[in-house]
Nanobody, 114 residues
Framework: QMYLVESGGGLVQAGEPLTLSCVAS????????MRWYRQCPGKERELVAW???????NYADSVGGRFTIARDNAQNTVYLLISALKADDTGLYFC????????WGRGTQVTVSS
């Protein structure tokens, strides 16, 4: 069983950067594909960034090159760096691990003020 806990959200000004963290416990993240999802108000949950066990990363077109996903296998932690927040980035951000099973965190709220 893997437990994922996200942190780093809060009320942030538009244009500012933000780093979200996802700490895993119970199992090592090394073989897992690690993903960040978000659910914006009135919208369905959206996959925004994912990082393969090989280290390769991919991003949704909607985030426009502003997001960077990074993992630290030694710290069992995954990060999401957002370089310049927009009001549309407001939402609940979830960490997800997928391999033999899929695990979810409970999310961290990001609210962007303009």
């Amino acid at each position: 069983q893997m437990y994922l806990v996200e942190s780093g959200g809060g009320l942030v000004q538009a244009g500012e950067p933000l780093t979200l963290s996802c700490v895993a416990s119970g199992l090592a993240i090394k073989p897992y594909q690690m993903r960040w999802y978000r659910q914006c108000p009135g919208k369905e949950r959206e996959l925004v960034a994912w990082n393969y066990a090989s280290g390769e990363s991919n991003y949704a077109d909607s985030v426009g090159g502003r997001f960077t996903i990074a993992r630290d296998n030694a710290q069992n932690t995954v990060y999401l760096l957002i370089s310049a927040l927009k009001a549309d980035d407001t939402g609940l951000y979830f960490c997800n691990a997928a391999w033999d099973r899929e695990y979810w965190g409970r999310g961290t709220q990001v609210t962007v003020s303009s």
